[in-house]
């Protein structure tokens, strides 16, 4: 059965109010994020494409509701999957995307020296630990939401 089939093993406000502490701190590390200086569209594609890589729909969802808030291209939501060869990022969009993957993808393989360079090249070192710090946490809440099927949102597409 594959995880679209599945009923949500527990929702949303079951998990909060189970672990009050865990998602406390999980929000406050989003909030870290949010007051760094990050453009917010940016974080919100990385958020994207982890959700994405993570397979999670709630997370997926949840983000493109918010970067279609932020007014990001519609062209860019779309070839989110394919944003290599899609020629519509930044330079400093595409260095995040290939540094969140690299992050999100490192068990087994680590994080590629290339990845680091091109990174570091766009993003100064603050922004590059909070950017990293926006990594770490969307790939926590997809394994929350992920693995307890949280039921995606409504989306908000017009």
């Given at each position: 059965?594959?995880?679209?089939e599945?009923?949500?093993?527990?929702?949303?406000?079951?998990?909060?109010?189970?672990?009050?502490?865990?998602?406390?701190?999980?929000?406050?590390?989003?909030?870290?994020?949010?007051?760094?200086?990050?453009?917010?569209t940016?974080?919100?594609?990385?958020?994207?494409?982890?959700?994405?890589?993570?397979?999670?729909?709630?997370?997926?969802?949840?983000?493109?509701?918010?970067?279609?808030?932020?007014?990001?291209?519609?062209?860019?939501?779309?070839?989110?999957?394919?944003?290599?060869?899609?020629?519509?990022?930044?330079p400093?969009?595409?260095?995040?995307?290939?540094?969140?993957?690299?992050?999100?993808?490192?068990?087994?393989?680590?994080?590629?020296?290339?990845?680091?360079?091109?990174?570091?090249?766009?993003f100064?070192?603050?922004?590059?630990?909070?950017?990293?710090?926006?990594v770490?946490?969307?790939?926590?809440?997809?394994?929350?939401?992920?693995?307890?099927?949280?039921?995606?949102?409504e989306?908000?597409?017009?």
């Open positions: 059965m594959q995880a679209a599945h009923a949500p093993r527990m929702d949303g406000p079951e998990h909060y109010k189970l672990a009050p502490a865990a998602n406390a701190a999980l929000i406050a590390l989003g909030k870290a994020v949010d007051d760094s200086g990050l453009e917010k940016l974080t919100e594609l990385v958020k994207l494409r982890v959700s994405q890589i993570n397979g999670c729909a709630y997370c997926v969802q949840l983000h493109l509701n918010v970067a279609r808030k932020l007014a990001v291209p519609a062209a860019k939501l779309d070839l989110m999957a394919a944003w290599q060869e899609a020629g519509v990022f930044t400093r969009e595409k260095a995040a995307l290939r540094w969140a993957e690299a992050l999100t993808l490192m068990a087994g393989r680590g994080v590629p020296d290339a990845a680091y360079e091109e990174v570091s090249s766009k100064n070192r603050s922004e590059l630990a909070f950017l990293t710090a926006a770490a946490n969307i790939n926590a809440w997809n394994r929350i939401a992920g693995a307890l099927y949280y039921t995606p949102p989306s908000n597409a017009s």
